[in-house]
């Protein structure tokens, strides 16, 4: 069945540090590819997505590109801050069949001032 | 728009109890989804429904589980006989699809954590 493979974390960085988080898949097709991150005490946001091979997503300074030849949406970000810290989930969404969301595990991120 | 918005917020009950959970998603929105999340997982697909036609069902949603979503706008999910196993946060969202193609971006609500004791 479907999946997507996150990173391992937490993670711990300086501000202003480059981030780099991991996300492969597994599907049919061209999944839709979305990052959605959940903050301390808040609901699960949508951070950016792709709907097709070789789309950017950006937002926030975020970036993730649809790499259909690696079946992969790494998520970037060349300077973070402490207001970045949260859990950062990799998710895709099948084409042409099931509306759900297969989320990976999440990846927990914290900045240090 | 208000945002998705689900009651209670925590909920603890033992085990053999019935629990019911409310979601109200963003308004004229049609599609409403149901997902669990156990701690250090992502979220995993429970149901969803488009309008008040439920239209997938996870295997995850044995037949103690059970959502509804009477006139399109409101759902409820119910878990009967709780186990200490059904212990999640219970996540909603919603969505507005527009024909056929499925370009919408689901919506999250703040989750209801349950604790089965």
């Not at chain 1, 202003?16 to 946001?45: H, K, R």
């Not at chain 1, 950006?58 to 590109?65: D, L, R």
């Not at chain 1, 790494?74 to 099948?94: N, P």
């Not at chain 2, 409101?74 to 999640?88: K, M, N, P, V, Y």
């Amino acid at each position: 069945g479907d999946s997507v493979t996150q990173m391992e974390g937490p993670v711990t960085l300086s501000e202003e540090a480059f981030l780099t988080i991991n996300c492969t898949y597994t599907a049919t097709g061209y999944p839709s590819l979305f990052w959605y991150v959940q903050y301390p005490g808040e609901g699960l946001q949508l951070l950016l997505k792709a709907t097709k091979a070789d789309d950017k997503g950006s937002n926030k300074g975020f970036e993730a590109t649809y790499r259909k030849e690696t079946t992969s949406f790494h998520l970037e970000k060349g300077s973070v801050q402490v207001s970045d810290s949260a859990v950062y989930f990799c998710a895709l969404r099948a084409r042409g069949g099931s509306e759900k969301l297969v989320f990976g595990k999440g990846m927990k991120l914290t900045v240090n001032p | 728009d208000t945002g998705v918005s689900q009651d209670p917020r925590h909920k603890i009950t033992k085990r053999g109890q019935n629990v019911t959970f409310r979601c109200d998603p963003i308004s004229e929105h049609n599609r409403l989804y149901w997902y669990r999340q156990t701690l250090g997982q992502g979220p995993e697909f429970l149901t969803y429904f488009q309008n008040e036609a439920q239209l997938e069902k996870s295997r995850l949603l044995s037949d103690r589980f059970s959502a509804e979503r009477p006139k399109g706008s409101f759902s409820t999910l119910e878990i009967q006989r709780t186990e200490q196993g059904d212990s999640a946060m219970y996540l909603c969202a919603s969505s507005l699809a527009a024909g056929q193609t499925s370009t919408d971006t689901q919506y999250f609500g703040p989750g209801t954590r349950l604790t089965v004791l």
